[in-house]
């Protein structure tokens, strides 16, 4: 498998290019936006045809969630944090995955790692929450703590999933998504 890094990064690039990180996220059938904000933490509203800036209650949680997700995935992460707290519903384990990823993407580990245990707490069989989990504790060296995630996610059936593989890749190779 000592190719596994480089297919692995190769799938995470392809992935990022293309927004199929969906991969067990929970995300439906709801998709950001086409259109492009050029100034960042902006998004698209389709009534207006207008890039605008979110406010509570302009956007549903879907739509909100959704453009978040984008937002950290292109390395906004400040953006997807401020667009996340404006949805209503502040338990959904989608919205406090990824309140945990833009955190710990932004060295916040401690604050990241609360909110992933919130979203395990609501849904324990959500495995992105567990990967990107099992990353921070890579990211600050607590190899048992990464390996009992990746556990879980194999002992829940998730052995062959993108959130099992990114995991496995991170503890082998320290390299976190």
């Not at 059938?29 to 492009?36: G, I, L, R, T």
């Not at 990353?135 to 703590?145: E, K, P, R």
Request: charged fraction near 25%.
């Amino acid at each position: 498998m000592k190719f596994l890094p480089l297919v692995t990064a190769t799938m995470v690039s392809l992935s990022v290019a293309s927004g199929a990180f969906a991969a067990g996220d929970g995300g439906g059938s709801s998709k950001a936006s086409k259109k492009k904000c050029e100034k960042k933490g902006l998004v698209y509203d389709k009534k207006t045809k207008k890039c605008v800036e979110a406010s509570r209650g302009m956007f549903d949680d879907d739509f909100i969630y959704v453009n978040a997700r984008a937002m950290a995935y292109d390395g906004q992460f400040q953006h997807a944090i401020n667009l996340l707290q404006l949805a209503e519903n502040q338990d959904d384990p989608r919205v406090l995955n990824y309140l945990g990823f833009a955190n710990r993407k932004l060295g916040r580990t401690a604050i990241a790692m609360e909110y992933y245990a919130r979203a395990l707490a609501i849904d324990p069989d959500y495995i992105l929450a567990r990967s990107y989990m099992g990353q921070g504790l890579v990211a600050d060296g607590d190899m048992a703590g990464a390996k009992a995630q990746l556990a879980e996610i194999r002992d829940r059936g998730h052995a062959d999933s993108w959130a099992y593989v990114m995991l496995e890749n991170a503890i082998q190779t320290t390299v976190t998504y």
